[in-house]
């Protein structure tokens, strides 16, 4: 979250130079619900220790609003057909999402040539 936090705002630094302002948060889902409350919580425990730099870069981001972390589920990931072996109806699912068809399907629209006889 840290590293995808820093391109973030990398990005809204370099858009605010070519003059385009956005004043919304930015949005980087998550689908780690661990993730996203330890990111929130101001409480560090014990297991935190090793990722407490990384929080308070993330905490910081959240709480100046620059950042949300909305959840999305794990079945909606779309990076999963680049990372998971997938069931044939997940990656139908994903592959539509991410506007991907197979060339070699049969179409149902027919002949595409122009009929003037």
Not at 30 to 54: L, Y
Request: hydrophobic content about 40%; some cysteine.
């Amino acid at each position: 979250m840290a590293s995808t936090a820093s391109e973030l705002t990398w990005i809204k630094q370099l858009l605010a130079d070519l003059n385009i302002k956005h004043e919304a948060p930015m949005k980087m889902f998550c689908d780690n619900q661990a993730a996203r409350h330890i990111a929130a919580n101001p409480v560090f425990h014990e297991r935190t220790k090793h990722i407490e730099v990384d929080c308070h870069f993330i905490r910081e981001k959240i709480q100046a609003i620059e950042i949300e972390t909305p959840f999305v589920k794990s079945e909606d990931q779309l990076v999963d057909i680049f990372t998971e072996g997938l069931g044939i109806k997940t990656f139908e699912d994903i592959s539509c999402k991410l506007g991907l068809y197979d060339i070699y399907r049969p179409s149902l629209r027919g002949n595409v040539e122009n009929n003037d006889d």
